[in-house]
């Protein structure tokens, strides 16, 4: 099994800035892939970004050039810098973990999320 915690949401206005973080722990060597998705209310969970063991990193088009995944290793921690806040970014945000498929990111494991609040 592996946990997920997430960290870092909150309010802030438009064209503000915040970073998520994701500390992972338990059987983290079967991770190869790790992501965040978000759910605003009403609407269906969709992806944020990807990044993969080899460090390929994929975006929704709605955040390219504002988002940036990144992780430490050592510390068993992804990250997602939001810059460019908007008010369509408000959500709750999800960590998820998993592995490679084909080439592809597929997610078995997912943190409780966390509230971001975008003010117009």
């Known amino acids: 099994q592996v946990q997920l915690v997430e960290s870092g949401g909150g309010l802030v206005q438009a064209g503000g800035s915040l970073r998520l973080s994701c500390v992972a722990s338990?059987?983290?060597?079967?991770?190869?892939?790790m992501g965040w998705y978000r759910q605003a209310p009403g609407k269906q969970r969709e992806l944020v970004a990807t990044?993969?063991?080899?460090?390929?990193?994929n975006y929704a088009d709605s955040v390219k050039g504002r988002f940036t995944i990144s992780r430490d290793n050592d510390k068993n921690t992804l990250y997602l810098q939001m810059n460019s806040l908007k008010p369509e970014d408000t959500a709750g945000y999800y960590c998820?973990?998993?592995?490679?498929?084909?080439?592809?990111?597929?997610?078995?494991?997912w943190g409780q999320g966390t509230q971001v609040t975008v003010s117009s």
């Open positions: 998820a973990a998993g592995w490679t498929v084909l080439g592809l990111p597929t997610m078995r494991y």
């Open positions: 338990g059987s983290i060597f079967r991770i190869n892939a």
């Open positions: 990044i993969t063991g080899s460090d390929r990193t």
